[in-house]
C-alpha cells in the first residue's frame, strides 16, 4: 500500500536559516505530491503540490520536487521567517480515480527570531 | 465564505456515551472525509464519501458509524465513545479525488473520560 515517510521533528532554527524537510513515499502508480501545513489550533491547508515527475510545486517561497528515481519530495525553504512556524505534512494520492490522501506524521518547525 | 465548518469545537465524554460531529461545507465539493489525528500518528482516515448516499472506510473505521444524507453535510457517530478515541477529529472535502485540493476544517478536539 502507500506511505509516507517524512524526517521526524521537531526542527528548530534562526531566523533567515536554510530549510530542508525530507519526505520520501512508497506508492503504486504514479501519485501525485502535496505539502499542507498546519498553523497553531487551525485545520490543515494546501501549502504546494506536483501531479508528475520533475514537477515543481512552489508557493510562499517554499518549494519541493517530485523526483521518482528518488522516491523523494522534499520541501525547501531559502530563508524562513517566525511566521512559518507550522506542523508541515506530506502527503501522496495515487493517480487515477483515487480519492483519499495518504499523510506522513508531520514535522513541527519553530523558527526564532 | 465559510468552506469547511465543524460543530462542536471541543467536547468531553465520558465512556460509553455517544455524539455526532457535524462537518458542512458551501463549496459543492463531491468528496468528503473524516480523519482523526493523534500525536506521533499524523492523520488517519476514518471514513470517506465520494458523493452523496455514499460512504466507504478508511484506516480506522471500528468505533465510528458515519452519514451522507445531504451533500454538503457529513456526520461522523460515536455510538459508545471508549478512552482511545480521544482525537482531534478533521473533516475535509475536495471536489474530486485524486490530485485535487482538499479543504480542511478548524477540527474538534474530543476527550474520552
Known amino acids: 500500500g502507500n506511505s509516507v515517510t517524512q524526517m521526524e521533528g521537531p526542527v528548530t532554527l534562526s531566523e533567515e536559516a536554510f530549510l530542508t524537510i525530507n519526505c520520501t513515499y512508497t506508492?503504486?502508480?504514479?501519485?501525485?505530491l502535496f505539502w499542507y501545513v498546519q498553523y497553531p489550533g487551525e485545520g490543515l491547508q494546501l501549502l504546494l503540490k506536483?501531479?508528475?515527475?520533475?514537477d515543481k510545486g512552489s508557493n510562499k517561497g517554499f518549494e519541493a520536487t517530485y523526483r521518482k528515481e528518488t522516491t523523494s519530495f522534499h520541501l525547501e525553504k531559502g530563508s524562513v521567517q517566525v511566521s512559518d512556524s507550522a506542523v508541515y505534512f506530506c502527503a501522496l494520492s495515487s493517480g487515477g480515480s483515487n480519492y483519499k490522501l495518504t499523510f506522513g506524521k508531520g514535522t513541527l518547525l519553530t523558527v526564532n527570531p | 465564505n465559510a468552506g469547511v465548518t465543524q460543530t462542536p469545537k471541543f467536547r468531553v465524554l465520558k465512556t460509553g456515551q455517544s455524539m455526532t460531529l457535524l462537518c458542512a461545507q458551501d463549496?459543492?465539493?463531491?468528496?468528503m472525509y473524516w480523519y482523526r489525528q493523534d500525536p506521533g500518528m499524523g492523520l488517519r482516515l476514518i471514513h470517506y464519501s465520494v458523493g452523496e448516499g455514499t460512504t466507504a472506510k478508511g484506516e480506522v473505521p471500528d468505533g465510528y458509524n458515519v452519514s451522507r444524507l445531504k451533500k454538503q453535510n457529513f456526520l461522523l457517530g460515536l455510538e459508545s465513545a471508549a478512552p482511545s478515541q480521544t482525537s482531534v477529529y478533521f473533516c475535509?472535502?475536495?471536489?474530486?479525488?485524486?490530485?485535487?485540493?482538499?479543504?480542511f476544517g478548524q477540527g474538534t478536539r474530543l476527550t474520552v473520560v
Open positions: 506508492a503504486t502508480g504514479y501519485p501525485s
Open positions: 463549496m459543492n465539493h463531491e468528496y
Open positions: 506536483a501531479t508528475k515527475a520533475d
Open positions: 475535509a472535502s475536495s471536489l474530486q479525488g485524486g490530485d485535487t485540493e482538499a479543504f
